[in-house]
């Protein structure tokens, strides 16, 4: 491929150069570029259409799905050819704070892709039928007794929803009306009515005191203006013997999530969220590692602990 003056105006958009360059890491559909860049999907759209009719990336169903990827040869590329100048940049770039930053994004959404075998079922060698971690939460849940479970920060109530299975009772807390709207829906479809959902504040749970078995917080307590204020919250509207389950991320650089999901902190250090819990009261505190991928800034820990008698 040639360079010439229509190419050079074709790569003179930012985010036009950004689809590419993650366009030569991984093949990607529309809604997982979306999830990289950070701009709508009709944006998303109308880029690649550019970027296809330039010769730049090329397309191929699969699965039901349409990806993407780059049109950069696998070899060295010609002195004259674009890629020549393209790819030396996009090197460079990965060390700056926006393609750091795109690259951490892109590997969510290969970790997403490991969960979630049927988002790739030509990739044979992972494909196992029946595997869902939705089952797996289902089948652990026949064996927790019938509890009173809150669900703080409950978001969208994916959580919520597969808790409400199992236990007797859910009561759901978010700050936003929208994500609760959405939550309440999800709960209709699936024919839920045992959640009652609350608008509130994590550091100020409207759940009376000592009223429920299990709180949950999961990937809600990096967003709480201030995370001893939460867990004690926590602590008070447990039941004595009740038991705090917080799932959230490993202290981390990636300063864009501040940005794009209004992050108060990034993540905690596993000491750091074990002496939280104990400063809270909790007894019998214990952290460790839930979820880790090789070379993914984004380590998820769980935490727990149990509201002693004197809290």
């Known amino acids: ?45 109308r880029h690649l259409g550019l970027l296809k009719e330039g010769g730049l990336v090329t397309e191929a169903r699969e699965g039901g799905f349409v990806y993407y990827r780059s049109a950069a040869p696998s070899t060295e590329p010609d002195a004259d050819s674009i890629w020549s100048l393209l790819l030396p940049r996009f090197a460079a770039e990965s060390t700056d704070e926006v393609g750091r930053a795109d690259a951490s994004r892109l590997l969510e959404v290969r970790r997403l892709r490991k969960e979630n075998f049927e988002a790739h079922g030509s990739e044979r060698w992972q494909i196992v039928p029946g595997r869902s971690w939705a089952a797996w939460s289902r089948a652990i849940g026949v064996l927790v007794p019938p509890v009173t479970l809150a669900d703080v920060g409950c978001g969208e109530g994916y959580l ?46 409207p759940i009376r005191s000592g009223s429920v078995d299990v709180v949950l917080l999961s990937q809600a307590l990096h967003h709480a203006e201030s995370p001893e204020a939460a867990l004690a919250e926590a602590g008070r509207v447990l039941a ?72």
Do not use: K
């Not at 597969?162 to 959405?182: I, Q």
């Open 1 to 45: 491929m040639q360079c010439d003056h229509s190419m050079f105006r074709l790569l003179g958009d930012e985010v036009r150069l950004r689809i590419l360059r993650v366009l030569t890491q991984e093949r990607l559909n529309v809604t997982e570029l979306t999830g990289v860049i950070g701009i709508a999907q009709s944006g998303i759209s």
């Open 160 to 205: 919520t929803t597969e808790a409400a299975r199992w236990a007797r009772r859910v009561v759901a807390v978010d700050r936003s009306n929208t994500a609760l709207g959405r939550a309440r829906q999800l709960a209709r479809r699936r024919r839920l009515g045992n959640i009652e959902w609350i608008r509130g504040e994590i550091e100020r749970v």
């Open 240 to 311: 004595p013997g009740g038991r705090v389950v917080v799932l959230d991320l490993r202290a981390h650089g990636q300063q864009w999530v501040a940005e794009q999901f209004g992050d108060r902190w990034l993540g905690f250090e596993d000491r750091t969220l074990g002496r939280l819990l104990n400063q809270a009261g909790f007894e019998r505190v214990d952290v460790q590692v839930g979820a880790r991928l090789t070379g993914d800034p984004f380590t998820v820990l769980v935490a727990s602990g149990v509201r002693g008698s004197a809290a």
